[in-house]
């Protein structure tokens, strides 16, 4: 009976430990070969809760900041993660993952989820608070918040006067619209930089329409196919050679040509008017007794041609006629003497 028991205890242990061990290999298997992902969680599913507190996505805000909420919408903040630039370039990179920090809130590096798609209002200002709003919850939209996700912009920025004398982003951009704090770029630039116009520069391109960004913010537009999601933008406002040959492409590098045309110029500026006149109507006379000249040849040429051909028609009608009064002779001559054959009787 022991012994029966013992059989029937080991056989059990084996087929559990077998039925384990390829479960747990199963398990092994599906975890290496199913992709990782970050889509979007599902409307029914329970997103990924954040380390602290918990983010309650725009529609909250919008309850009580509807005109705010208003203009986010139609910014590259609130399509941040829709845009089509970046679904294409975040689909191609292998740790696509890490982009999804800036382009989606309240994204979990652990778990590779996030609770909304976009640059919401808890981006910046942080997850809600249950103390809001009795407890504000402001920010200061400097470089070093903006240095979160616009690296390249804010080294630029660092780079510039206005970085180091300490004009910070807000100075200049609305955080909520992103547009800049006036009606025109050339209005911003005027509330410190009063007298651009007295330098010939900033006097002539301001009379042929163009910005203070035209110049001062040129990127090369070659580069319009950004490099991992980052493009350069300007903000160093420093001007250089490639500014201007972004649009005197055609002068640039071209004085020999200049002094060419420049001293041609001079010399047509230094002829006698009066000679040159003269020169004309001489050249214009010649020209008229060429012209009588051929118009005479040309008459001349078809007189002779016609008493040439004269002369040589009658010369064939002659032959021809002559000939034909032979043949006709010996026509007659034969019948006159009965024929050939008489002949050779």
Not at 81 to 86: E, H, K
Not at 122 to 130: A, I, L, T
């Amino acid at each position: 009976m022991t012994h029966s028991y013992r059989s029937r205890t080991r056989r059990s242990l084996t087929a559990f430990a077998i039925g384990f061990g390829i479960c747990l290999v199963l398990g092994v298997v599906l975890a290496y070969s199913t992709p990782v992902s970050a889509a979007p969680l599902a409307q029914d599913a329970t997103p990924p809760a954040p380390a602290t507190d918990e983010y309650r996505g725009p529609e909250l805000c919008k309850a009580c900041h509807e005109d705010i909420h208003t203009d986010w919408v139609a910014t590259r903040h609130a399509a941040a993660f829709s845009s089509p630039i970046f679904q294409e370039i975040w689909t191609k990179d292998p740790n696509k993952n890490s982009c999804l920090q800036c382009h989606t809130t309240g994204y979990d590096a652990n778990t590779g989820g996030y609770q909304f798609e976009g640059v919401t209002c808890e981006s910046c200002h942080g997850p809600y608070q249950e103390t809001h709003p009795q407890v504000k919850m402001p920010i200061t939209p400097d470089a070093k918040l903006c240095a979160t996700c616009h690296k390249p912009t804010t080294d630029e920025w660092r780079a510039s006067q206005h970085g180091e004398v300490g004009i910070q982003c807000q100075a200049c951009h609305n955080p909520h619209t992103q547009q800049p704090k006036a009606d025109t770029v050339n209005a911003l630039c005027g509330n410190c930089h009063k007298d651009p116009g007295q330098t010939f520069t900033h006097g002539t391109h301001a009379t042929a329409g163009l910005q203070c960004s035209d110049c001062h913010m040129y990127t090369n537009p070659s580069n319009a196919s950004p490099i991992g999601g980052l493009i350069a933008t300007g903000h160093t406002f420093v001007v250089g050679s490639e500014t201007c040959i972004g649009c005197h492409k055609d002068t640039v590098h071209t004085r020999d040509k200049i002094v060419s045309l420049t001293g041609e110029v001079t010399q047509l500026a230094d002829l006698d008017a009066e000679a040159l006149r003269q020169t004309v109507q001489d050249q214009e006379q010649e020209i008229a007794s060429l012209q009588a000249s051929a118009d005479t040849r040309l008459y001349i040429g078809l007189a002779q041609g016609a008493i040439v051909g004269l002369a040589t028609g009658a010369v064939a009608a002659w032959i021809v006629s002559r000939r034909i009064r032979v043949i006709a002779d010996i026509v007659e001559d034969e019948q006159a003497g009965g024929g050939p054959d008489e002949h050779t009787k």
